[in-house]
């Protein structure tokens, strides 16, 4: 996974500045009809998912009352853990999006919504909506690419330390959500620089606590308090379905852009960067993932993470409908549309974060194809912006 610009074969290279204009505009396109034609049918699919998901955890919250029997556990722990995932994927990260915004229900609205996570939505929407989406993949801006614990692209300098990164990784998808709410406070980083005594960071820092004994207390205490007898086996159950819901959510956000075929880019390469040009990074710095309308679901329709970086705050159930036009469009641009079943793709990820714990291979490179103190290797595209002009 080296950076885009230092590839000896850019898969871009063949591409004019004219073209990717020309692509973002059949792109604007695609989006200019769905904004034209979302309404009704849209509101109705979102309330339903939100009835659905409500139904399923106070159904499934009840029978934990009485998992003390076996039968009840797995079926109070399943329904549960679906539960969650749905509530955190095909509902709050999509309403937090501004997906469902056009409804102007303060119920269902970016501004409102509150999920069940221990990150607060009003963070989670800086360090993901606006970072993540805007620097997508790009080195040094982009911070979900390695999370700020990870050596991701073999252009990043390595560090014994970097061994270790496996369990980390591991130890990340098993307490997703609160790496996720140490990520959007930039836990690392404010300490590294001695910002943690900023009254600014300690603000934010105490929103995240509160929000951590918010939901420890739902799930980990009156819960397990109102099952009585079954009050361990209720504490196992919600700690189970919380685990299944942080595996599946680490799972299926490493697919969108640590496989195999995802492009990276370097800092300078978004410097007077065009809509074409920015549209063209989403295309290439994400992957989807095929399956069925019910995994669609389940991933919060993130398994077309190619639409979803391309139009994040259209409603998720259309990115199923507008994939065959990206697709169309990528194949008419020569680009390639990275995508592939879930056990590929998770397979594909985790072998990158493996092989990326040592160190380069050496490099078989001609020397005059090899970056240059750090730098981009002499005889390549040296930035995404103006590609083939």
């Given at each position: 996974m080296t950076v885009i610009q230092k590839k000896a074969d850019n898969p871009i290279a063949h591409l004019t500045a004219e073209d990717i204009e020309s692509l973002g505009k059949e792109l604007d396109a695609i989006r200019d009809e769905v904004i034209a034609s979302r309404g009704e049918s849209d509101a109705a699919y979102i309330r339903k998912v939100i009835k659905t998901q409500r139904t399923l955890e106070i159904s499934s919250r009840a029978v934990l009352l009485f998992s003390l029997f076996p039968p009840a556990w797995l079926v109070g722990t399943a329904g549960l853990s679906v539960a969650k995932i749905l509530e955190n994927m095909e509902i709050g990260h999509n309403i937090l999006h501004g997906q469902y915004d056009f409804m102007r229900d303060p119920k269902i609205h970016s501004t409102t919504w509150e999920w069940d996570h221990v990150s607060p939505a009003d963070q989670w929407k800086h360090s993901h909506n606006q970072l993540h989406h805007t620097y997508t993949n790009v080195l040094g801006k982009d911070?979900?690419?390695?999370?700020?614990?990870?050596?991701?692209?073999?252009?990043?300098?390595?560090?014994?330390?970097?061994?270790?990164?496996?369990?980390?990784?591991?130890?990340?998808?098993?307490?997703?959500?609160?790496?996720?709410?140490?990520?959007?406070?930039?836990?690392?980083?404010?300490?590294?620089?001695?910002?943690?005594?900023?009254?600014?960071?300690?603000?934010?820092?105490?929103?995240?606590?509160?929000?951590?004994?918010?939901?420890?207390?739902?799930?980990?205490?009156?819960?397990?308090?109102?099952?009585?007898?079954?009050?361990?086996?209720?504490?196992?159950?919600?700690?189970?379905?919380?685990?299944?819901?942080?595996?599946?959510?680490?799972?299926?956000?490493?697919?969108?852009?640590?496989?195999?075929?995802?492009?990276?880019?370097?800092?300078?390469?978004?410097?007077?960067?065009?809509?074409?040009?920015?549209?063209?990074?989403?295309?290439?710095?994400?992957?989807?993932?095929?399956?069925?309308?019910?995994?669609?679901?389940?991933?919060?329709?993130?398994?077309?993470?190619?639409?979803?970086?391309?139009?994040?705050?259209?409603?998720?159930?259309?990115?199923?409908?507008?994939?065959?036009?990206?697709?169309?469009?990528?194949?008419?641009?020569?680009?390639?549309?990275?995508?592939?079943?879930?056990?590929?793709?998770v397979a594909s990820a985790w072998w990158k974060v493996i092989r990326l714990s040592l160190p380069n291979r050496r490099d078989a490179r001609p020397a005059q194809d090899r970056p240059v103190d750090g730098g981009p290797a002499q005889s390549r595209v040296p930035a995404l912006a103006g590609t083939g002009a």
């Open positions: 911070n979900d690419l390695g999370y700020g614990i990870m050596r991701v692209d073999e252009d990043q300098k390595w560090h014994p330390m970097h061994l270790g990164q496996p369990l980390w990784n591991f130890l990340n998808a098993c307490f997703f959500e609160y790496g996720i709410a140490a990520y959007d406070l930039e836990l690392g980083r404010n300490l590294q620089k001695g910002r943690h005594r900023s009254p600014e960071f300690r603000a934010r820092a105490r929103a995240v606590g509160r929000k951590i004994r918010k939901q420890v207390l739902k799930d980990y205490v009156v819960h397990p308090l109102l099952s009585g007898p079954s009050f361990l086996s209720t504490l196992a159950a919600t700690f189970t379905a919380n685990l299944i819901r942080n595996v599946w959510s680490h799972s299926v956000i490493m697919c969108g852009h640590f496989p195999n075929g995802v492009e990276t880019f370097e800092k300078k390469s978004i410097e007077g960067e065009t809509k074409g040009e920015w549209y063209l990074r989403q295309m290439l710095g994400s992957a989807n993932i095929s399956g069925s309308r019910l995994m669609h679901i389940m991933t919060g329709n993130l398994s077309f993470q190619i639409e979803h970086h391309l139009f994040p705050d259209l409603p998720s159930k259309r990115y199923q409908e507008i994939a065959p036009k990206v697709r169309d469009l990528f194949d008419r641009y020569g680009l390639t549309y990275t995508t592939g079943p879930l056990p590929k793709q």
